[in-house]
C-alpha cells in the first residue's frame, strides 16, 4: 500500500511594507530683501522743429518783401508753415513743449507765401504798366512821323504842312497856366493839372541826389462823344526849363504813376498821377507841366507855378 503524496504548501505572502510616512518640507532659509525700484527717466522734448521753422519763416517774410525775392519767399514759407504744423501736433501730443516757436513758424510761413502771391500780382502790374507806356511812346514816334512834312516838298507847302495840325487841331482858351487851373477846349474838354506834391518813393523807384514830384492831371470829356485819352502825352521841367525823368514805384500799387489811358464817356472824367525826378538844386522851386490830351486832336497846354 503506497503513501500518498503530501499537500502543497500554502502560498507564501508577500512581505509587509510599513506604511510610507511623509516627510517633512525642506527647510528654506530666509527671503533675500528685493532691489529697490528705480523709475525710467522720462523721454526728453522733441522740440527739434521749432526753431528751424521760426528762422525759415522770418527769411522768407524778409525775402517777400524785397522786390523780385518773391520766389525764394515761395518755398520757406511752405516749408516753414509745414514745420510749424507739426510742431503744434507735437505739443498737443505732449512731445514737444515749443508752443511759441511753433505758432510763430505757422504764422511766418503763412505771412510768406502770401507776400510771395502779391510779389507776383506786383511784377505783372510792373512789367504791364512798362509795356504800356513803351506802346504810348511808340504810338506817339509813329504819330509824330506821320505829321513830319516831306523834305521834297516846296518851301510853300512846308508852310502849310507846319500850319495843319494847329488848324486841325482843337484849341483851347488859355495854352499858360497855373497850377490848379483848368484849361477849356472850344469842343468842351477840360483838362486840370493840380500843383506837383513832394512824395516818397522806394530806393527802387528814386535816385540819389533827386526829389520826386507827383503831378495829378484830371480830364473831364464836355464833349458829346467819347474821347480817346489812350495817346495823352505829359512831360514836366524844372524851373529853368530843363526835362526831368519820369519814374514808377509798384510798392505804392500797381496804378500809381500809370497816368491817363481810356476812352471816357460824355460828362464823365479820367484822373491818371505821373511821378518825375528833379535835381536836389532845383526841388522846391518852381516847375512846368504840358500835356496834350491825345496828341493827335488836341494842342498842348502849359501849366507852371511854385512847388514850394
Not at 111 to 133: N, P, Q, R, Y
Request: aromatic content about 6%; proline content about 11%; glycine content about 10%.
Amino acid at each position: 500500500m503506497t503513501t500518498p503524496p503530501p499537500p502543497p504548501p500554502p502560498p507564501s505572502e508577500p512581505p509587509a511594507v510599513p506604511p510610507m510616512v511623509p516627510s517633512a518640507p525642506p527647510q528654506w532659509g530666509a527671503p533675500l530683501p528685493q532691489a529697490p525700484y528705480f523709475p525710467l527717466p522720462p523721454e526728453p522734448p522733441r522740440n527739434g522743429l521749432g526753431i528751424p521753422g521760426m528762422v525759415l519763416g522770418i527769411v522768407g517774410a524778409v525775402c517777400g518783401l524785397v522786390p523780385f525775392l518773391f520766389w525764394v519767399a515761395a518755398p520757406l514759407g511752405i516749408v516753414a508753415l509745414i514745420l510749424g504744423l507739426v510742431g503744434l501736433a507735437r505739443v498737443r501730443k505732449g512731445m514737444a513743449t515749443h508752443k511759441g516757436m511753433s505758432i510763430a513758424a505757422t504764422a511766418l510761413g503763412a505771412a510768406s507765401m502770401a507776400l510771395a502771391v502779391l510779389g507776383v500780382f506786383l511784377t505783372i502790374g510792373f512789367f504791364h504798366a512798362v509795356k504800356k507806356e513803351n506802346d504810348k511812346e511808340k504810338a506817339r514816334a509813329e504819330a509824330s512821323a506821320e505829321a513830319t512834312p516831306s523834305p521834297d516838298a516846296s518851301d510853300e507847302s512846308d508852310d502849310e504842312a507846319d500850319e495843319e495840325p494847329d488848324d486841325d487841331r482843337v484849341q483851347t482858351e488859355k495854352r499858360t497856366l497855373e497850377f490848379g487851373n483848368t484849361a477849356r477846349y472850344k469842343n468842351g474838354l477840360k483838362v486840370t493839372v493840380a500843383k506837383p506834391e513832394e512824395t516818397e518813393l522806394s530806393k527802387y523807384g528814386t535816385k540819389e541826389g533827386y526829389v520826386a514830384y507827383k503831378v495829378t492831371v484830371t480830364i473831364e470829356n464836355g464833349t458829346d462823344k467819347d474821347v480817346n485819352l489812350d495817346l495823352t502825352s505829359v512831360s514836366a521841367r524844372d524851373g529853368d526849363g530843363a526835362g526831368v525823368e519820369r519814374t514808377y514805384d509798384v510798392s505804392k500799387g500797381i496804378t500809381f504813376g500809370n497816368g491817363i489811358t481810356g476812352r471816357p464817356h460824355p460828362g464823365k472824367s479820367l484822373t491818371g498821377t505821373y511821378v518825375y525826378l528833379v535835381p536836389e538844386n532845383k526841388a522846391r522851386d518852381r516847375m512846368e507841366v504840358s500835356v496834350e490830351p491825345g496828341v493827335v486832336n488836341y494842342k498842348e497846354a502849359t501849366w507852371s507855378g511854385s512847388v514850394k
